[in-house]
């Protein structure tokens, strides 16, 4: 009779363990701190809303509507964006806050709950 290996000696097995060791030593890193970068994206997002927001309610201030939002102001320009600001965020000004007379273009900042921050461009009707 024929004696056979049915398995691993434990030095295959250590081998395998290593290498896998090193390879979630190198891609851990790059995984660990999302949430910063996810954060940033979402204050981005934020701010080509109201920046898309402005420039739509401007347009259709030019073209007549009623419905058209008043924006004197940057913090204005949240009540032409659909479902207002989400909570969590505030405007702040870069500069002026004023946004008059109508047609003028203002960079504002919106800041996330997290620290971030990112423009947006409010135009005044």
């Not at 851990?28 to 080509?48: C, H, K, M, N, Q």
């Amino acid at each position: 009779m024929r004696n056979t290996q049915k398995g691993f000696t434990l030095i295959e097995l250590v081998v395998v363990i290593v290498i896998l060791g090193i390879l979630a030593a190198t891609a851990l890193p790059r995984f660990i701190d999302l949430s910063t970068e996810a954060d940033e994206a979402a204050t981005a997002g934020v701010a080509g809303a109201l920046s898309s927001a402005a420039a739509i309610n401007y347009a259709a201030d030019q073209a007549g509507n009623t419905n058209a939002v008043t924006v004197s102001t940057c913090g204005d320009v949240t009540n032409a964006l659909q479902g207002g600001l989400p909570s969590g965020y505030t405007i702040a000004a870069s500069g002026t806050t004023a946004v008059t007379p109508a047609g003028t273009a203002v960079t504002c900042t919106v800041n996330g709950g997290n620290g971030t921050t990112a423009n947006y461009t409010a135009i005044g009707t």
